[in-house]
């Protein structure tokens, strides 16, 4: 498994706000890559948002990469976001409930 964390800083707007533009404009775009395992979003608090992607290949977690990339700076300029801080890497420890 890989996965690709994504920290913005918001320059306006509200963490909700930002979710529910991700969830109906991003989300689709990321479940159709395949090998897709999961997608989360978290207010970090201080206009911190923080995504974080799963996949079953590392390609596929860079592929996530360039449909942020591409899709974040138009569809959510009127957040302001930051450039993306990007970590991404194999999964070394993986525990479910």
Same mark, same amino acid.
């Given at each position: 498994?890989?996965?690709? *964390?994504?920290?913005?800083?918001?320059?306006?707007?509200?963490? /909700? #706000?930002?979710?529910?533009? =991700?969830?109906? !404009?991003? +989300? &689709?775009?990321?479940?159709?890559?395949?090998?897709?395992?999961?997608?989360?979003?978290?207010?970090?608090?201080?206009?911190?948002? *923080?995504?974080?992607?799963?996949?079953?290949?590392?390609?596929? /977690? #860079?592929?996530?990469?360039? =449909?942020?990339? !591409?899709? +974040? &700076?138009?569809?959510?300029?009127?957040?302001?976001?930051?450039?993306?801080?990007?970590?991404?890497?194999?999964?070394?420890?993986? *525990?479910?409930?």
């Amino acid at each position: 498994m890989h996965t690709t *964390v994504r920290r913005y800083t918001m320059g306006a707007g509200s963490a /909700a #706000e930002l979710a529910k533009k =991700v969830e109906e !404009g991003f +989300v &689709p775009l990321i479940k159709d890559i395949d090998g897709f395992a999961g997608y989360y979003v978290i207010d970090g608090g201080n206009n911190v948002v *923080v995504s974080i992607s799963v996949f079953e290949e590392e390609a596929q /977690a #860079e592929e996530s990469n360039t =449909v942020a990339a !591409g899709w +974040v &700076p138009e569809a959510l300029a009127e957040f302001e976001p930051t450039a993306a801080e990007v970590t991404q890497g194999e999964v070394l420890v993986s *525990v479910s409930a």
